[in-house]
């Protein structure tokens, strides 16, 4: 990052915080209301200083990871089965156009009665909340590769088989890796929503608990970490993925 | 009887809803080591038939023989270079040649051995770990032989792999491919549209005729190699060929 550009950033959240502590001491909301910038941050050592912050994320990433593991081995099977076998495109197709607008926390009645109130039913919301855009994306990624990439494999005498692993998936990449993108922001979704319905770990738990004591320097902090962690992997790891993509595939 | 054979091949396509005959019984007897070019108006059919040859495609009706043994499919026997190289983005320069031999069960010690050979043909060997966009088009076609000749196949199939290249590293691989050629006693087939190349390259010239194709003219080079671009012998060759392939440009 330039350095201009992260002078900008510093100065625009340094004002955020200005205007927030501003705002605070005007005095024009109860504290119980609108906590200042100071009781979140004293919340967030709290969290910090009893571990019950790390093990909030530690869980919800745990519950992530692993439901967002199943949506990518099954996104990336049903959608290069679509894009390679017309008639499952035209059925099963349709369906996952269909069941993608559903929202992750929907599924979170058929969850608990199918799972309980048990983490299987978390990591069943997370992860049917990320697989139809992990699906779709491979989809139009697969439909999208350079014809004549498939046709010099099978001239070098790639079976269907090979075909998939080293042709298929590379190729389509770039599409690929949005679908990871777009799944993983779906799946951290619905993991912190499932949470803050029916768990009793995680952060969605923590922000639940914030709201039950009337805890709003809690609710906010635990926010801020949600957020957080989404800038991290957002801005970070994905983007750090997508550029060497970007580049190596030609894209750029 | 030659290496390569093809039999009678008819190919239709299908355009405004009416099928659209593009290949009119095209038969062609490529002997082994022989160095054929095909040329012809844009659109007539040639890279088709090349396709057809490497079994990407299907005829509608006749057949190609392989040592006289029909061939339906695609096979690492034919080896088709692409205009545009087709190389794959996320593999290294090594990578992409040993593909072949990779997806063939070839151990990694053996593939090392037979790549080192190509890319040390091709002048590629300081460019083995690198990846596709950081070479030129000339390199990338180079990549792009050094990929085929590692699967050592009976008969390359090379379809404009040197339309898109400027014309001095153009020049430079056409005299290399002759090199390569008489090194490697390679069955070659290639079209162009380009009638220079074609005979700075061809022990043969085949030209087709405008849409549907059949074979015009058949006219052999019998002259020292390897060729170069300015000598002004090969343009008696230009001239016959040109004369037979005009009127069809213009149909």
Redesign the interface.
Known sequence: MKSSTLAKKIGFYAMIIIVWQGLDSADIWPDNIFPSPIDVVEDLAYGVADASLFYGIGTSLLRLSIGLSIAIAGGLVLGIFMARVETVNQTIGSLVLGLQSIPSIAWVPLAILWFGLTDSGIIFVTAIGAIFAVTINTYTGVKNINPSYIEAARNMGAKEGQLITSILIPAAFPFIISGFKQGWAFAWRGVIGAELLFSFLGLGFLLNVGRQLNDVSQVIAIMIVIMGIGILVDGVVFKKIEDKVMTRWGLR | MGKLESRNIEKYFTHDGKPLKTLDGINVNVEDGEFVCIVGPSGCGKSTFLRIT???EKPDDGEILLDNQPVNN???D???V?Q?G?L????NVRDNVE??L???GVSQEKRNEISNRYLDMMQLTQFATS???QLSTGMKQRVAIA?ALV?EPDVLLMDEPFAALDPQTRDLLLVEMQLIWQKTKKTIVFVTHNVAEAVMLGTRVLVFTHRPARIKKEIKIDYRRPRVAEDENLLKYQKKILAELRPEVKK
């Open positions: 490497a079994g990407l695609t096979g690492p034919r080896i088709m692409f545009e087709a794959f983005p996320w593999l593909y072949g990779k997806i063939a990846y596709t966009y990929r699967m």
